[in-house]
């Protein structure tokens, strides 16, 4: 049978609330940061030390766990039950401590040659390198936690728990502004940069992230033991599918890394704004994509485990449409209101009217690979569940291939702005190739469904830009001036007249999916799977 659509709606609606709720929190923290330390040299350095931590956990830990672990896992709940399912988790953990700690002092050790090959155009700026490398060593012990913390996730997703697992970053999120507020004007007095005081949030999140997902294992009947069995056939599984795994979702990470690395080179603030557009984008993604992708994976595993062929091509159907309604009118939206956006978020404290600028041009160019992201997000792990882990780890390799030789070109040519362009471009073709690659793998994902969904929404989301646009320039004339009330009202009413009209286009379009949307957004499901 494939996934029930009201439980995958309603998975991906659980997954999706407490990720607004994490998101929303993240968002705060972004106004924290940037309000405090602008797009200046403190926060380029907890940019560039916070990616090196960030790149091994996204790869190692949560994005090879997703891709490795939950698929087996679930595959062992299904077959095999509970006990055998908490022997593999064990043996998971204890193996991910064991290689973390050595990442991890690996990384303590090396911290000052990484960061100088990351960032040595740092050195031009007295202390800025040093400061880079103390805040790289504090925050290392953050892949050990976060590891541990992507485990129990995909643990509590395959056992049908969403909301707990997605708003565990909350806990990270809090720390952060936390630590911000009340340590960061603590710091000067012994003799550190405040921004050492997020460091240190990063660290105790990672904690809090963990806390927060333990008491709903243990109801679930789970106890950790210090047992590593190597001979478990699903301990090598996960072993051998993590290194493709790792490559395969790499591309994301890789090509932020890379234009932050070549951010480096482009200035003093160049990639503080190139990561506050980043995230700003990846926001929609956070809230829809991954929620959809959480619900998603799981269910494939199921289906693949059962040997339900159809089930799983129906399941990833369901989320690629899912996907859709959202992600267009995201990726419009982000593109034709960005500075009102980011003015309104960011412009207070530290960040200028000219980091608004700079932040908004990066978010444009971002937002074009906004649907290619959340496609690659949906349908790169949904190969591992199959046991085709080489085909994500081809695309990916070729996604970063791509964006590296173009990111060189368009950074000469548009500066910073063509490096958001260059990933971009590469998320299009990592998730057009995953989605074309998948569909020879299932014999089909209602391609002909899928391309008639995005058509009428692509239609509804122009509607529902032009409308917005119209509203804000309005709005801008018989409101002018600054002010967050101002700011507020401005952009508020653009996006609530958007979403209007978006919703009266999509019922005249007859988008079934976008009613399905709104129903799965207000806790029900209005119409039965149809395969």
Not at 83 to 111: D, E, K, M, Q, Y
Not at 242 to 252: E, I, K, Q, S
Not at 372 to 397: C, E, K, M, Q
Request: with cysteine; aromatic share 8%.
């Amino acid at each position: 049978m494939p996934e029930p659509e009201g439980r995958l709606a309603r998975s991906a609606g659980l997954a999706g609330a407490a990720t607004f709720t994490s998101r929303i929190l993240g968002l705060a923290r972004d106004q924290v940061l940037a309000a405090l330390f602008g797009a200046g040299n403190q926060m380029d350095a907890y940019v560039i030390a916070f990616r090196i931590p960030n790149l091994v956990r996204d790869l190692f830990a949560e994005g090879a766990m997703s891709a490795a672990f939950v698929p087996t896992f679930a595959q062992q709940l299904t077959v095999r039950g509970k006990p055998a399912a908490w022997r593999l988790a064990n043996s998971v953990i204890n193996a991910l401590l064991v290689t973390t700690f050595v990442l991890v002092a690996f990384g303590f050790v090396f911290a000052g040659p990484i960061v100088t090959l990351f960032a040595g155009s740092f050195a031009e700026v007295p202390g800025k390198l040093e400061l880079t490398i103390r805040l790289t060593r504090t925050m290392l012990p953050f892949v050990t936690l976060t590891a541990l913390a992507a485990a129990m996730m995909g643990m509590l997703n395959s056992l049908h728990h969403y909301f707990v697992p997605a708003l565990s970053p909350a806990a990270f999120n809090v720390a952060i502004i936390g630590c911000a507020l009340m340590l960061g004007p603590l710091m000067p007095a012994f003799g550190l940069p405040a921004i050492v005081a997020i460091a240190i949030g990063a660290i105790a999140g990672g904690i809090g992230q963990i806390a927060l997902q333990w008491a709903p294992l243990r109801r679930e009947g789970f106890r950790w033991q210090p047992v590593l069995a190597l001979s478990d056939p699903g301990l090598r599984r996960v072993l051998i599918l993590m290194g493709p795994g790792t490559v395969g979702l790499a591309a994301t990470q890789v090509n932020l890394l890379v234009n932050t690395v070549l951010a480096t080179g482009e200035g003093t603030g160049a990639a503080s704004w190139l990561t506050y557009a980043f995230r700003l984008m990846y926001l929609p993604i956070g809230l829809f994509s991954v929620s959809i992708a959480t619900a998603v994976l799981p269910a494939a595993a199921r289906h693949v485990a059962l040997g339900d062929l159809q089930a799983v091509r129906a399941t990833v159907s369901r989320g690629l449409s899912l996907m859709l309604i959202f992600s267009i009118p995201a990726t419009l939206g982000l593109m034709g209101l960005a500075v009102p956006i980011v003015r309104l978020i960011f412009e207070r404290g530290a960040f200028l009217a000219s980091d608004t600028a700079s932040t908004a041009g990066a978010l444009q160019f971002y937002a074009i690979g906004l649907v290619g992201y959340s496609t690659a997000r949906i349908a790169s792990p949904v190969f591992y569940a199959l046991n085709r882990s080489h085909v994500p780890v081809a695309i990916s390799v070729g996604a970063i291939a791509l964006n590296i030789a173009t990111s060189l070109v368009l950074v000469r040519i548009m500066g910073f702005r063509g490096l958001a362009l260059s990933t971009a471009m590469a998320a299009l073709a990592h998730g057009g190739a995953a989605l074309l690659l998948l569909r020879g793998e299932l014999g089909g994902i209602g391609e002909r469904a899928l391309g008639a969904t995005a058509a009428k929404v692509l239609a509804a989301a122009l509607v529902m830009l032009g409308a917005a646009v119209a509203v804000e320039r309005g709005m801008t004339a018989v409101l002018p001036g600054d002010g967050v009330v101002v700011d507020i009202v401005r952009v508020g009413s653009a996006i609530l007249v958007g979403l209007g009209v978006l919703a009266l286009a999509a019922k005249a379009l007859h988008i079934r999916e976008f009613t399905e949307a709104i129903g799965t957004l207000r806790g029900r499901t209005p119409y039965p799977f149809s395969g």
